[in-house]
């Protein structure tokens, strides 16, 4: 069974992909800046570094592991995602480890064109979305360029809301409220490590 490392374990649903791994008595690494972070799971391994730092990654990754990736926005670094996620993958192509689960978000890339206008007006008038969006895009950019097994996880509006137990990805249905939940994004996630249902492909998933 392969390890799993996870780039933003401490995030809002990478945690929570971490949390459901556990659960399933994976192995999993977590990359972490926080000095006193202690494991208190015998199956999770916490490694102290920085995704922008090109050696912390080298410490994370093996050849037969697979990698997911739920680096959020961060105000202070504007590209943290697609730098984080150059480093990533250029470790991967090092290590020949081909396995990549990449969480983006509904909007990056050309799904931008098949936005409301309403949401199209609401980013580009907060200087902070504007950027996490494009920071986005340029992260999808790098992994298709890869050449590695990606996946791209494309979720609308994420909420705090309870786990659902189901999503639907790239189609349509009566009620949708284009929101999910941040537990069924993490289970379309942990689900994917499985089935590898969109390897090389972009899944947009709601509820």
């Known amino acids: 069974m392969n ?7 401490t995030g809002d649903v990478g945690q ?3 949390e ?3 659960a ?4 999993v690494k977590i990359l972490t800046r926080n000095e006193t972070s202690k494991s208190s799971h015998m199956n999770l391994d ?3 570094g920085n995704v922008l730092e090109a050696s912390s990654v080298e410490q994370c990754i093996e050849s037969q592991d697979i990698v997911i990736i739920a680096l959020g926005f961060n105000n202070s ?4 995602m697609s730098r984080g996620t150059a480093n990533i993958v250029s470790v991967m192509l090092d290590k020949e480890c081909n396995r990549l689960i990449c969480l983006s978000a509904q909007g990056a890339g050309e799904s931008w064109e098949h936005m409301p206008d309403s949401f199209k007006t609401m980013v580009l008038n907060d200087p902070i979305l504007t950027a996490s969006f494009k920071d986005h895009t340029l992260q999808e950019q790098v992994v298709k ?3 590695l097994n990606w996946t791209i996880v ?7 809301e309870i786990e659902s137990g189901g999503y639907c990805v790239n189609g349509y249905k009566d009620n949708l409220t284009f929101q999910i939940s941040k537990y069924d994004v993490a289970q379309f996630i942990v689900d994917e490590i499985s089935n590898s249902a969109y390897v090389n492909k972009v899944a947009m998933i709601t509820n």
């Open 154 to 160: 494309r979720p609308t509006e994420i909420v705090n």
């Open 20 to 22: 459901k791994l556990l």
């Open 145 to 147: 360029n890869s050449n």
């Open 3 to 9: 390890n799993i490392v996870v780039f933003g374990g």
């Open 24 to 27: 399933q008595d994976r192995i």
């Open 46 to 48: 916490l490694i102290k």
């Open 77 to 80: 670094s504007l590209d943290t």
């Open 16 to 18: 929570i992909v971490v």
